[in-house]
């Protein structure tokens, strides 16, 4: 199974982008990358997911290196209300698991 | 919007009680699951099913069962309860195959006193 590892802890200034990286080595080609974030108390929320290009929509964009060893999610004007845990997450190939990494605290400062 | 409920955010229960945990989604979606969440563990799968009264163990079954009768409910039953079944428990929902992403209910916060 595919296991993913983030920094435990970030901070970003209100209004700066929020750049949270993940190492994804031992991906396999099939295996799609997903975020989700969790706010205190809250059930996880998906962000969005990739599987080789790059993607974005409303709330963030998905940047995976060629290689796909590993991605990051770009929060582009970060706020206070992004403040969360971010997990990367790797659905494991031929089943139904999904394997959560530790996930990152972002903190957005004011 | 998809939207996954679960029966209650909070829940207080003695040991030994039996106790029900529901989860209902509207998006049709054929795959459920059940996770339970603590503090320097992240999420850990408890079952899942995929289909009406399919069911598989995921990574901590023990102490748990869960029941599908209907497409969009999902329940997750402890047969007796134990203080260390205290958790965050959080059920998903999500079309079979890669791509899709799963959708989670707020969460129940139950304690086994």
């Known amino acids: 199974d595919a296991k993913t590892t983030q920094p435990p802890s970030m901070d970003c200034a209100e209004g700066r982008a929020a750049n949270l990286p993940c190492n994804h080595s031992?991906?396999?080609?099939?295996?799609?990358v997903y975020w989700y974030r969790q706010i205190h108390s809250q059930g996880p929320q998906y962000i969005i997911h990739?599987?080789?290009n790059n993607e974005t929509n409303e709330m963030a964009s998905l940047i995976i290196t060629e290689d796909r060893k590993s991605s990051t999610l770009i929060l582009p004007h970060a706020t206070l209300r992004d403040t969360a845990v971010y997990y990367c997450?790797?659905?494991?190939?031929?089943?139904?698991?999904?394997?959560f990494g530790t996930g990152t605290r972002l903190k957005v400062l004011a | 919007d998809v939207k996954v409920t679960q029966s209650s955010r909070y829940l207080v229960k003695r040991t030994g009680e039996k106790v029900f945990l529901e989860c209902v989604q509207d998006?049709?979606?054929?795959?459920m699951f059940w996770y339970r969440q603590d503090p320097g563990l992240g999420l850990r799968l408890i079952y899942f099913?995929?289909?009406?009264?399919?069911?598989e163990k995921g990574d901590i079954p023990e102490g748990y069962s869960v029941s599908r009768e209907k497409k969009e409910r999902f329940s997750l039953i402890l047969e007796s309860a134990s203080t260390n079944q205290t958790s965050m428990y959080l059920c998903?929902?999500?079309?079979?195959?890669?791509?899709?992403?799963?959708?989670f209910g707020p969460g129940t916060r139950l304690t086994v006193t």
């Open positions: 998903a929902s999500t079309f079979p195959g890669q791509g899709y992403e799963q959708y």
């Open positions: 099913s995929y289909d009406v009264k399919m069911k």
């Open positions: 998006m049709d979606h054929e795959n």
């Open positions: 990739g599987l080789k």
């Open positions: 997450i790797v659905r494991s190939s031929g089943t139904y698991k999904y394997i």
């Open positions: 031992t991906i396999s080609g099939n295996e799609y």
